[in-house]
């Protein structure tokens, strides 16, 4: 029986289960943090706190535990005996093997779930192979962005949603408790790629490694250009799917991707600009706001195409208007409503999310490619695909930059060639620069 869930078929679907799961607890905590239940249910009651989060711990330990944990420890143990199994797992997590493991689940989870909604099952890569050489965050992307970036990004960003509107977040260990192994997922998924990646650390390959990435997401897509050139034809690449899929497959890609529109529904009503109202008005305010905003940005990149070249004073003009109706807009606010200025960070939690979840569903209606409106779909996926690389590569720019932390992730990639006396970092610098030569 164990073996169903280690091996064959039914591990793809008991991974697939772990992370819905995840998806279905961090959303439901999420709904109930934004909607005021949870409040009202626990209120200051710290002991009811605690119970909760003990039956949620114990099932999420039975799930990783139980499911993934044990069959392999029973391999190893008929092979090599009880003992020798546990000492070969508590070696592979200081080896890391818990955040390749992660990571990895997460590759397979994401393609399953893509096969069978749209199918087109192939090979697909999981990252197992052992290389000496650096791979660069424009690979890294393009390999891992869909399948483990986005997904960490959103994830994390429920779990700061939830932390700010939650009166659980005040009680701190109840708050680290429930979370916890959330925000292990999300840093397994975003950091996993550089801790195996040689040199992912070094501080003039991030820098070189960012200037090609932005070099890759401004490249125009052309008939001879291929996916690791530009950003645009890889984009197209990733929609592939959505071409060849049913319309059953397209109406669940819309309906999945409503979720994003939560965080817009959830959080408007908790702005001050709101004062407290429960009216679907301000719901409805709130997407008027967009699509203003759209409209905005309509108007601002046909004002540079047409008079960005030789009329510059015109593109002054307009930005300079731009900025003074802004800046009317907020006075007039926070003269005549409860707007506070804090209210502008925290709608982008709103608003950004939605944004990402109109240009997903736009990406299922591709007859729109023809229009004059997809140049603009486009240019705004290119801006969160921005987004995105930047909120993955600050942390690694950050680490990159403390002293000692290279050395320490290639002691721990090439542990065993340095016991026997390797001098890996040589190698893996000598391998680098044979490939950029």
Same mark, same amino acid.
């Given at each position: 029986?164990?073996?169903?869930?280690?091996t064959t078929?039914?591990?793809?679907?008991?991974?697939?289960?772990?992370?819905?799961?995840?998806?279905g607890f961090?959303?439901?905590?999420?709904?109930?943090?934004?909607s005021?239940?949870?409040?009202?249910?626990?209120?200051?009651?710290?002991?009811?706190?605690?119970?909760?989060?003990?039956?949620?711990n114990?099932?999420?330990?039975?799930?990783?535990?139980?499911?993934m944990?044990?069959?392999?420890?029973l391999?190893?143990?008929?092979?090599?005996g009880?003992?020798e199994?546990i000492?070969?797992?508590?070696?592979?997590?200081?080896?890391?093997?818990?955040?390749?493991?992660?990571f990895?689940?997460?590759?397979r989870?994401?393609f399953?779930?893509?096969?069978v909604?749209?199918?087109?099952?192939?090979?697909?890569?999981?990252?197992?192979?052992?290389?000496?050489?650096?791979?660069?965050?424009?690979?890294?992307?393009r390999?891992y962005?869909?399948?483990? %970036? !986005?997904? @960490?990004i959103?994830?994390?960003?429920?779990? &700061? =949603?939830?932390?700010?509107?939650?009166?659980? /977040? +005040?009680?701190?260990f109840f708050?680290?408790?429930?979370?916890?192994?959330?925000?292990?997922?999300?840093?397994?998924?975003?950091?996993?790629?550089?801790?195996?990646n040689?040199?992912g650390?070094d501080?003039l390959?991030?820098?070189?490694?960012?200037e090609?990435?932005?070099?890759?997401?401004?490249?125009?897509?052309?008939?001879?250009?291929?996916a690791?050139?530009?950003w645009?034809?890889?984009?197209?690449?990733?929609?592939?799917?959505?071409?060849?899929?049913?319309?059953?497959g397209?109406?669940?890609?819309?309906?999945?991707?409503?979720?994003?529109?939560?965080?817009?529904?959830?959080?408007?009503?908790?702005?001050?600009?709101?004062?407290?109202?429960?009216?679907?008005?301000?719901?409805?305010?709130?997407?008027? %706001? !967009?699509? @203003?905003?759209?409209?905005?940005?309509?108007? &601002? =990149?046909y004002?540079r195409?047409?008079?960005? /070249? +030789?009329?510059?004073?015109?593109?002054?003009?307009?930005?300079?208007?731009?900025?003074?109706?802004?800046?009317?807009?907020?006075?007039?606010?926070?003269?005549?409503?409860?707007?506070?200025y804090v209210d502008i960070?925290?709608?982008?939690?709103a608003?950004?999310?939605?944004?990402?979840?109109?240009?997903s569903i736009?990406?299922?209606?591709?007859?729109?490619?023809?229009?004059r409106?997809?140049?603009?779909v486009?240019?705004?996926?290119?801006?969160?695909?921005?987004?995105?690389?930047?909120?993955?590569m600050?942390?690694?720019?950050?680490?990159?930059?403390?002293?000692?932390?290279?050395s320490?992730?290639?002691?721990?990639?090439f542990?065993?060639?340095f016991?026997?006396g390797?001098?890996?970092?040589?190698?893996?610098?000598?391998?680098g620069?044979?490939?950029?030569?």
């Amino acid at each position: 029986m164990l073996s169903f869930f280690h091996t064959t078929i039914g591990y793809f679907f008991n991974t697939t289960v772990i992370v819905l799961s995840v998806y279905g607890f961090l959303w439901v905590q999420l709904y109930l943090a934004l909607s005021g239940v949870e409040n009202s249910a626990l209120g200051n009651d710290t002991n009811s706190k605690k119970a909760l989060s003990a039956v949620i711990n114990e099932e999420l330990v039975i799930q990783f535990g139980l499911f993934m944990t044990l069959p392999a420890i029973l391999e190893s143990s008929v092979e090599s005996g009880f003992l020798e199994a546990i000492w070969e797992f508590l070696v592979m997590q200081l080896q890391l093997s818990t955040v390749f493991y992660t990571f990895s689940m997460g590759t397979r989870v994401h393609f399953f779930g893509r096969t069978v909604l749209h199918g087109g099952a192939k090979y697909r890569q999981t990252g197992r192979g052992f290389g000496l050489r650096h791979r660069s965050f424009a690979d890294i992307y393009r390999l891992y962005a869909r399948s483990h %970036f !986005i997904k @960490a990004i959103e994830f994390g960003l429920i779990l &700061m =949603v939830y932390a700010t509107y939650t009166p659980s /977040a +005040k009680v701190t260990f109840f708050y680290i408790d429930m979370s916890l192994t959330c925000w292990l997922l999300v840093l397994s998924w975003i950091f996993a790629p550089f801790l195996f990646n040689p040199l992912g650390f070094d501080w003039l390959k991030t820098v070189y490694d960012f200037e090609e990435f932005m070099n890759w997401i401004w490249y125009r897509d052309g008939v001879f250009v291929k996916a690791t050139q530009s950003w645009e034809h890889w984009w197209y690449e990733e929609q592939y799917h959505l071409v060849t899929t049913s319309l059953w497959g397209k109406l669940l890609e819309i309906v999945l991707n409503l979720r994003f529109f939560f965080f817009q529904y959830g959080i408007v009503y908790n702005l001050g600009i709101s004062g407290q109202s429960r009216s679907g008005f301000v719901y409805l305010w709130s997407w008027i %706001f !967009i699509f @203003a905003a759209f409209g905005i940005y309509l108007t &601002m =990149v046909y004002v540079r195409n047409n008079y960005g /070249a +030789k009329k510059h004073i015109y593109v002054r003009l307009a930005e300079s208007l731009l900025m003074v109706l802004g800046i009317l807009l907020v006075i007039a606010l926070r003269q005549f409503t409860d707007f506070r200025y804090v209210d502008i960070f925290i709608s982008l939690l709103a608003f950004i999310p939605s944004g990402w979840g109109l240009l997903s569903i736009a990406q299922v209606f591709r007859p729109l490619r023809h229009t004059r409106l997809w140049d603009s779909v486009v240019s705004l996926a290119r801006y969160c695909e921005i987004m995105f690389g930047v909120i993955v590569m600050g942390p690694v720019a950050v680490l990159s930059w403390m002293p000692g932390f290279q050395s320490m992730q290639t002691r721990i990639l090439f542990n065993e060639a340095f016991s026997k006396g390797l001098q890996v970092f040589k190698i893996i610098t000598e391998k680098g620069y044979q490939t950029d030569v």
